[in-house]
């Protein structure tokens, strides 16, 4: 049973327009919502992350907006630029008994310019 | 700091023979991982470690085994490849407390024929 729903798979947006991916939970303990960006052959790597005591965080042109009560997240990047262009995982932390990293499935963005 | 490394980096092998994926920080983590990445199965975890000679099974540890002799390294085995781990490995580590950013290495594409 996947714990972190995420979608669309792909996605295409133009140059200057503005990506939007989603992803849904279930489990109500956890309590870290990262997102990372990976670059083809390359690693992933943390990109913005929020805890569910905020509706919303920005960072430059990157936006994670979060609702607790619907337990969905997403991220929005504004202004998109080819330099975009990569997959984006979002992640939720459970402690159980350590850090556990439940990852989306993935979406691979692509900004054509 | 060159963070998490990751030996090596390609590797092919036939079905039946072993393997070790190295994977290397130095930033201090406690805790270290070892995922998988499949097309549209974003992150999967194999094994994972809360500190120097502990380790303990993830989401998918059939047909592999691992060992944290030092803090600073944490070993990925494969017994007996087959075909079906076929697929990019990840490394990556984190502090036990926050932030909770989890540091990945740049992975191992394995392909088993």
């Known amino acids: 049973q996947q714990q972190v729903k995420q979608s669309p798979q792909s996605l295409i947006v133009q140059k200057g327009g503005i990506s939007i991916i989603n992803c849904a939970y279930e489990n109500t303990a956890f309590d870290y919502f990262p997102w990372y960006q990976q670059f083809p052959g390359k690693g992933p790597a943390l990109l913005i992350a929020?805890?569910?005591?905020?509706s919303e965080k920005k960072e430059g042109r990157f936006t994670i907006s979060f609702n607790k009560s619907a337990k969905q997240f997403s991220l929005h990047i504004m202004d998109s630029q080819p330099g975009d262009s990569a997959t984006y995982f979002c992640?939720?932390?459970?402690?159980?008994?350590?850090?556990?990293?439940?990852f989306g499935s993935g979406t691979k963005l692509n900004v054509k310019p | 700091n060159a963070g998490v490394t990751q030996t090596p980096k390609f590797r092919v092998l036939k079905t039946g023979q072993s393997m070790t994926l190295l994977c290397a920080q130095d930033m201090n983590h406690e805790y270290m991982y070892w995922y998988r990445q499949d097309p549209g199965m974003g992150l999967r975890l194999i094994h994972y470690?809360?500190?120097?000679?502990?380790?303990a099974k993830g989401e998918v540890p059939d047909g592999y085994n691992v060992s944290r002799l030092k803090k600073q390294n944490f070993l990925l085995g494969l017994e007996s490849a087959a075909p079906s781990q076929t697929s990019v490995y990840f490394c990556?580590?984190?502090?036990?407390?926050?932030?909770?950013?989890?540091?990945f290495g740049p992975g191992t594409r394995l392909t088993v024929t």
């Open positions: 929020i805890r569910p005591d905020v």
């Open positions: 992640a939720a932390l459970g402690r159980d008994n350590f850090n556990k990293f439940y």
């Open positions: 470690s809360v500190g120097e000679g502990t380790t």
């Open positions: 990556a580590s984190s502090l036990t407390g926050g932030p909770y950013e989890q540091y």
